[in-house]
C-alpha cells in the first residue's frame, strides 16, 4: 500500500515538473515580429505607357507674306509700272520690261509708293503715302516718266498701311492686293484671293490658291503667282476668272527667291512677272516664260 502510494506520488510530480518546464520555455520564447507596413509613399508618379502614343500637335495653316513689290500692265501693254513697297520712285519701260527707267513718284518728302495702276500709256495712277502716313494720288500721262500730284482721291483704294476699302470690307485678313479702275483682287494672309468688280462695293467669295504669294490684274480677270509649291522650285501662275481658278503654268525656277519679293500683272497676251532678281514674261498665258 505505500509503495503504490509512493509510485502515484512521483508520478504526479513528474508531469508538474513537464508542465512547469513547457511553461518556462513558452515564457522566455520571443514574440514572432510583426510585418512591418510599406512606406507611405511621398508622391504619385504616372506608370510608364509601355508603347506611348505622341500627342498631336496642330499645323500651322499656309500664310501669305505681305508683298514687298507692285507691278501694272497697261491693256495694251504700251506701259509697265513697277516699285518697290515704300519707295519714293517709279520703275517704267515702254519696251515690254527689256529696259527700266525711273521717275520720282513726288516731291512731297517722305513719300512712299503703296499702290499703282497703268490704265494706258497715257493714263497711270500711283498712290503713296506722305510722311504723316496721309494717302495721296499721283498721275503719270506719260508712261510714268513724270508724275504729278493729283488732289483727285476718288476711287481711292488704299488707306494706312496696304488695306483695300470699299463700300464693303474685304472678307479676309488682306495682305496684299491689285487694282484697276473698278477691279480689284486681294490677297488674303491664308493664301485665299477675293476679288470685287465694282470698287469694293461687294466681294466674291475668296477662293483658295496653293502658294499664294502675289496678285495681279488681266484683261479677263486675275492671274496669282504661287512660290513654295512642293512641285517647284520657283514661282508658277494660275489665271482666277470669274471664281474659277485654272491649272498652273510653267515654273520658272528661282530656287532662292523670297515669296515677299514677287509681283505679277498681265495685259493682253502676256503676263509680267517680276521675282527676286528676274522679270520675265510669258506669251501664252504663263505655260512658258522667256
Same mark, same amino acid.
Given at each position: 500500500?505505500?509503495?503504490?502510494?509512493v509510485?502515484l506520488?512521483?508520478?504526479?510530480?513528474?508531469?508538474?515538473?513537464?508542465a512547469i518546464?513547457?511553461?518556462a520555455?513558452?515564457?522566455t520564447?520571443?514574440?514572432?515580429?510583426?510585418?512591418?507596413?510599406?512606406p507611405?509613399?511621398?508622391?504619385?508618379q504616372?506608370?510608364?505607357?509601355p508603347?506611348?502614343?505622341?500627342?498631336?500637335?496642330?499645323?500651322?495653316?499656309?500664310?501669305?507674306?505681305?508683298?514687298?513689290?507692285?507691278?501694272?500692265?497697261?491693256?495694251?501693254e504700251?506701259v509697265?509700272?513697277?516699285?518697290?513697297?515704300d519707295?519714293?520712285v517709279v520703275?517704267?519701260?515702254s519696251?515690254?520690261g527689256?529696259?527700266?527707267e525711273?521717275?520720282p513718284?513726288?516731291a512731297?518728302?517722305g513719300?512712299?509708293v503703296?499702290?499703282?495702276?497703268?490704265?494706258?500709256?497715257?493714263a497711270?495712277?500711283?498712290?503713296?503715302?506722305?510722311a504723316?502716313?496721309e494717302?495721296?494720288?499721283?498721275r503719270?500721262?506719260?508712261?510714268?516718266?513724270?508724275?504729278?500730284?493729283?488732289?483727285?482721291?476718288?476711287?481711292?483704294?488704299?488707306v494706312?498701311?496696304s488695306l483695300?476699302v470699299?463700300a464693303?470690307?474685304?472678307?479676309?485678313?488682306?495682305?496684299?492686293?491689285a487694282?484697276?479702275g473698278? /477691279?480689284g483682287?486681294?490677297?488674303?494672309a491664308?493664301q /485665299?484671293?477675293?476679288v470685287s468688280?465694282?470698287?469694293?462695293?461687294?466681294?466674291?467669295?475668296p477662293?483658295?490658291?496653293?502658294g499664294?504669294?502675289?496678285?495681279?490684274?488681266?484683261?479677263?480677270?486675275?492671274?496669282v503667282?504661287?512660290?513654295?509649291?512642293p512641285?517647284c522650285?520657283?514661282?508658277?501662275?494660275?489665271?482666277l476668272?470669274a471664281?474659277?481658278?485654272?491649272?498652273?503654268?510653267?515654273?520658272?525656277?528661282?530656287?532662292?527667291?523670297?515669296?515677299?519679293?514677287?509681283?505679277?500683272?498681265?495685259g493682253?497676251?502676256?503676263?509680267?512677272l517680276w521675282?527676286?532678281? /528676274?522679270?520675265?514674261?510669258?506669251t501664252?498665258?504663263g505655260?512658258?516664260?522667256?
Amino acid at each position: 500500500m505505500s509503495r503504490l502510494l509512493v509510485g502515484l506520488l512521483l508520478g504526479v510530480l513528474a508531469v508538474i515538473a513537464v508542465a512547469i518546464t513547457i511553461l518556462a520555455v513558452l515564457a522566455t520564447r520571443p514574440s514572432p515580429a510583426s510585418p512591418e507596413a510599406p512606406p507611405v509613399p511621398t508622391s504619385l508618379q504616372p506608370t510608364p505607357d509601355p508603347d506611348p502614343t505622341p500627342s498631336p500637335t496642330a499645323t500651322a495653316s499656309p500664310a501669305s507674306a505681305p508683298p514687298q513689290r507692285l507691278l501694272s500692265v497697261s491693256e495694251d501693254e504700251g506701259v509697265l509700272l513697277r516699285a518697290r513697297i515704300d519707295a519714293d520712285v517709279v520703275e517704267y519701260s515702254s519696251d515690254g520690261g527689256a529696259s527700266w527707267e525711273t521717275a520720282p513718284v513726288s516731291a512731297v518728302p517722305g513719300a512712299a509708293v503703296r499702290a499703282l495702276d497703268a490704265l494706258d500709256p497715257t493714263a497711270s495712277r500711283a498712290v503713296y503715302l506722305d510722311a504723316d502716313g496721309e494717302a495721296l494720288v499721283a498721275r503719270s500721262f506719260v508712261g510714268g516718266a513724270q508724275w504729278q500730284d493729283d488732289p483727285d482721291q476718288s476711287g481711292l483704294w488704299l488707306v494706312g498701311s496696304s488695306l483695300v476699302v470699299g463700300a464693303q470690307a474685304p472678307p479676309c485678313d488682306a495682305v496684299g492686293f491689285a487694282v484697276s479702275g473698278a /477691279r480689284g483682287a486681294v490677297l488674303c494672309a491664308d493664301q /485665299r484671293v477675293a476679288v470685287s468688280e465694282d470698287a469694293g462695293a461687294s466681294w466674291a467669295e475668296p477662293v483658295a490658291v496653293p502658294g499664294a504669294a502675289a496678285v495681279g490684274l488681266t484683261p479677263e480677270g486675275v492671274v496669282v503667282a504661287s512660290a513654295a509649291e512642293p512641285e517647284c522650285a520657283g514661282v508658277r501662275t494660275r489665271t482666277l476668272i470669274a471664281g474659277t481658278l485654272g491649272d498652273p503654268g510653267a515654273c520658272l525656277e528661282l530656287p532662292t527667291l523670297d515669296p515677299a519679293q514677287i509681283a505679277v500683272a498681265g495685259g493682253t497676251g502676256s503676263l509680267s512677272l517680276w521675282a527676286g532678281d /528676274r522679270f520675265a514674261r510669258s506669251t501664252d498665258g504663263g505655260a512658258s516664260w522667256g
